[in-house]
């Protein structure tokens, strides 16, 4: 029973290319994060969603295009892809439905891509 | 700032005994932190937390201890095993109805046989 899943695990393409991830959550969150990790493992939030309204954007490029079409989906669109770009993005979760603790975020299993 | 830092970026220790991970954070403010391991290829999984009104925690095998006077997290793993090996994370919750959590570099603990 997976409760934060992520497509595909696995995404390489060429600079310049739009690509999107997508997460789906099973939990009954009400919240949802896309955190991308570098090479070095560092962790950082680019966005969080809020029963389908953007709360969180952090100073990401207007490349990145989160969407929400529910409060269980939360999508990342990556336009004009560079290089820079390659790194592990990570889904995650939290509030209500049957988390023990609001503040707690669950992760999904990342997405590797690579830009070439 | 919102800085959370370890330390120590990785530690090795023998099977079975303990492991202690540090974390600094930097927003006296932070009413929550949480620890996450991470092993390969994998997402960061949930370990323990604790808030600022605890100063100690304790789950299966592992305890977390938080001082707010200097700022200071640590994850205390007993007798350890070689599936322990993994980054291990801390992070801090900035902010209220928007919140985030803000992570630290990560510790890679290895288990040695």
């Known amino acids: 029973d997976t409760a934060v899943s992520q497509t595909p695990k696995y995404l390489v393409t060429q600079m310049g290319n739009d690509k999107s991830i997508k997460c789906e959550q099973n939990?009954?969150?009400?919240?949802m994060y896309w955190y991308k990790q570098d090479s070095k493992k560092f962790l950082k939030i680019m966005f969080s969603?809020?029963?389908?309204?953007?709360?969180i954007n952090e100073t990401v490029p207007n490349r990145f295009s989160p969407k929400s079409p529910d409060k269980a989906h939360l999508n990342l669109h990556i336009n004009s892809l560079e290089l820079g770009d390659s790194a592990v993005y990570f889904c995650a979760s939290r509030g209500g439905g049957r988390a023990p603790s609001t503040d707690t975020q669950y992760f999904g299993p990342g997405t590797r891509l690579t830009v070439l | 700032g919102e800085s959370v830092g370890l330390h120590l970026p990785t530690l090795s220790v023998q099977e079975g005994d303990n492991s202690i991970i540090n974390c600094a954070y930097s927003n006296s403010a932070s009413d929550y932190f949480i620890w996450y391991k991470q092993e390969s290829g994998k997402g960061p999984q949930f370990i323990i937390d604790?808030?600022?009104?605890?100063d100690k925690r304790q789950g299966q095998r592992v305890t977390v201890l938080l001082n707010k006077t200097v700022k200071h997290l640590s994850l205390q793993i007993a007798a350890t095993q070689p599936g322990d090996s993994a980054v291990y994370f801390c992070?801090?919750?900035?902010?209220?109805?928007?919140?985030?959590?803000?992570f630290g570099q990560g510790t890679r603990l290895t288990i040695n046989p």
């Open positions: 992070a801090e919750k900035i902010g209220g109805g928007a919140q985030k959590l803000v």
């Open positions: 939990l009954g969150h009400d919240t």
């Open positions: 604790i808030r600022s009104n605890m």
């Open positions: 969603y809020n029963n389908k309204e953007l709360i």
